[in-house]
């Protein structure tokens, strides 16, 4: 069976077809379909259903590129799991939302459904809790949205903390005084500033005290208004810190909570303040919990399928268990 689907402008072709033609040969592979490019027209051949879905694919990768961004692997693979589900219509939901515009000039906005749903939790709740695997951007899109209410003038301070606690090594055995010490932990809290402030900018309002990045430990004791505080790594808080943090909410403020449950480096006796606030908080009014999945990788495509292998053999270890 052919399918035809008309391009109007070359731009799109070149953007759908990707350097050497990579976007197109991945749903050629994934669809068992052959795709070409005549005379302004995509022609689809392959089996009825199969052709179907890779129409559908195409048509949604134009809608893409009809807002005028660049087609990455990523979206094609994003854009052939929502094919799959048979949600490839709520590609259009995911409009010019942009969140922030970082230093270098770039917008910054979600990518999946996954990540528009909790932007829209975090705009609209006091509290939000994203929980999600490696590379979602839990923690970046959060700092993104801590940014533009801190531009918009929202709040006046942006705190950005996590637990130190360690993954396998000892604080102890870093050089340095303590600032150096746990500062290896808040590298990806900085890198994110970095990127959205640019060093100067970072650098001038962390003088000024707009923004503190800070263990968790030093969070007791204060009530944090007119502040927009990020909790990173929140899996490795134990119980008695989760319920901390929580309380130092202030007036005016917003607090985002994100961490993966697959993740905790606590020792084994340990519940995660994580995991317990999820269950407790889950009816709270202005409390947002969201759920990303392995589909919300905006990493690299092996990111995700080294995700999806430590699940299955989680779940089949646990299915050996109920043996």
């Keep these: 069976m052919e399918q035809r689907i008309s391009i109007e402008r070359m731009e799109q072709a070149v953007n759908l077809f990707g350097s050497f033609d990579?976007?197109?040969?991945?749903?050629?592979?994934?669809?068992?379909?052959?795709i070409s490019n005549r005379e302004g027209e995509l022609r689809v051949n392959g089996e009825v259903e199969d052709t179907m879905l890779a129409c559908k694919a195409l048509n949604a990768l134009l809608t893409i590129s009809n807002r005028g961004e660049p087609i990455t692997e990523q979206n094609v693979r994003y854009v052939i799991s929502l094919?799959?589900?048979?949600?490839?219509?709520?590609?259009?939901?995911?409009?010019?939302?942009?969140?922030?515009?970082?230093?270098?000039?770039r917008p910054i906005k979600p990518k999946t459904i996954g990540q528009k749903k909790y932007i829209e939790s975090v705009l609209k709740n006091t509290i939000t809790i994203?929980?999600?695997p490696a590379g979602t951007g839990k923690t970046y899109l959060a700092v993104a949205a801590a940014v533009a209410a801190f531009r918009e003038r929202k709040v006046n301070r942006i705190i950005l903390t996590?637990?130190?606690?360690?993954?396998?090594?000892?604080?102890?055995?870093?050089p340095?005084?303590?600032?150096?010490?746990?500062?290896?932990?808040l590298r990806p809290l900085y890198d994110a500033l970095f990127d959205m402030?640019?060093?100067?900018?970072?650098?001038?309002?962390?003088?000024?005290?707009?923004?503190?990045?800070?263990?968790?430990?030093?969070?007791?004791?204060?009530?944090?208004?007119?502040?927009?505080?990020i909790l990173d790594e929140a899996q490795n808080t134990s119980c008695e810190q989760m319920k901390m943090f929580l309380t130092r909410m202030g007036f005016n403020s917003k607090m985002v909570i994100t961490g993966d449950v697959t993740q905790i480096d606590l020792p084994a006796d340990k519940m995660s303040g994580l995991k317990q606030a999820v269950r407790v908080l889950k009816d709270v009014e202005g409390i947002?919990?969201?759920?990303?999945?392995?589909?919300?990788?905006?990493?690299?495509?092996m990111v995700q399928r080294?995700?999806?292998?430590?699940a299955d053999y989680e779940a089949a270890r646990s299915e050996k268990r109920k043996k």
């Design 306 to 310: 080294i995700i999806k292998a430590y």
């Design 130 to 132: 994203g929980v999600g």
């Design 162 to 174: 996590r637990p130190a606690v360690e993954a396998g090594e000892r604080l102890g055995f870093l």
């Design 83 to 105: 094919v799959r589900a048979g949600q490839e219509d709520r590609i259009s939901e995911l409009t010019q939302d942009v969140i922030c515009i970082s230093s270098k000039g």
């Design 197 to 229: 402030l640019g060093a100067e900018t970072y650098q001038k309002y962390l003088e000024r005290g707009n923004i503190e990045v800070a263990p968790l430990a030093y969070m007791r004791g204060r009530t944090l208004d007119d502040s927009f505080i």
């Design 176 to 185: 340095g005084d303590l600032q150096s010490k746990v500062d290896p932990y």
């Design 288 to 301: 947002g919990i969201c759920e990303l999945t392995d589909q919300d990788v905006v990493r690299h495509v």
């Design 22 to 34: 990579e976007n197109v040969r991945l749903i050629e592979s994934e669809f068992k379909v052959t």
